[in-house]
T-cell receptor, first 116, second 115 residues
Framework: GAGVSQSPSNKVTEKGKDVELRCDPI?????LYWYRQSLGQGLEFLIY????????KSGLPSDRFSAERTGGSVSTLTIQRTQQEDSAVYLC??????????????FGPGTRLLVL | AQTVTQSQPEMSVQEAETVTLSCTYD???????LFWYKQPPSRQMILVIR??????QNATENRFSVNFQKAAKSFSLKISDSQLGDAAMYFC????????????FGKGTKLTVNP
């Protein structure tokens, strides 16, 4: 079946602009995760959704970052007033369950964001 | 908070040879999961192998196997009969059982496979 998809694949924006990154999880996966991968910080967790709610948003670096998930499926990560330090690869993952049970997280190909 | 350490930023191996990538972690939990993910230049993170901490038997997946030493908090990955397609970044990751569902990653090891 189809894997996790993300769009756009690459995004170049100017400092101060808002950007939206999209993630389509594997069909039927209830849990969805956003991670950020940057040269200086490695792979960092941003936020986790179980259905449409976000029990863990502890990794969001500032209030410029927000995310939502609708219909228990697609998720959008929004970065407002982008800064150069936001440049990174944003990875999305999904898994079948996430309520204390264990299931493998499957990753999408990521969105490479460059803020000029 | 849990931490994962990969002490080898880069490793290289000859095709058909065996290589071992190191990973140590720090946790006060007794139940958890450990993973090795592979990230080729395409950026797609691909699960290589996983280990449940309650299992004493080391996980194996074809040419990939782990040496899980719970007391030492060590989780190394052995790749046998290395192939050119194994060249990638390899990340070790930790997942708590219950509670937060986030993966905690090491910094990664870049593996080069020489023909």
């Amino acid at each position: 079946g189809a894997g996790v998809s993300q769009s756009p694949s690459n995004k170049v924006t100017e400092k101060g602009k808002d950007v939206e990154l999209r993630c389509d999880p594997i069909s039927g996966h209830t849990a969805l995760y956003w991670y950020r991968q940057s040269l200086g910080q490695g792979l960092e967790f941003l936020i986790y959704f179980q259905g449409n709610s976000a029990p863990d948003k502890s990794g969001l670096p500032s209030d410029r970052f927000s995310a939502e998930r609708t219909g228990g499926s697609v998720s959008t990560l929004t970065i407002q007033r982008t800064q150069q330090e936001d440049s990174a690869v944003y990875l999305c993952a999904s898994s079948l369950v996430g309520t204390g049970g264990y299931e493998t997280q499957y990753f999408g190909p990521g969105t490479r964001l460059l803020v000029l | 908070a849990q931490t994962v350490t990969q002490s080898q930023p880069e490793m290289s191996v000859q095709e058909a040879e065996t290589v071992t990538l190191s990973c140590t972690y720090d946790t006060s939990e007794s139940d958890y999961y450990l993973f090795w993910y592979k990230q080729p230049p395409s950026r797609q993170m691909i699960l290589v192998i996983r280990q449940e901490a309650y299992k004493q038997q080391n996980a194996t997946e074809n040419r990939f196997s782990v040496n899980f030493q719970k007391a030492a908090k060590s989780f190394s990955l052995k790749i046998s009969d290395s192939q050119l397609g194994d060249a990638a970044m390899y990340f070790c990751a930790y997942l708590s059982q219950g509670g937060s569902e986030k993966l905690v990653f090491g910094k990664g090891t870049k593996l080069t496979v020489n023909p």
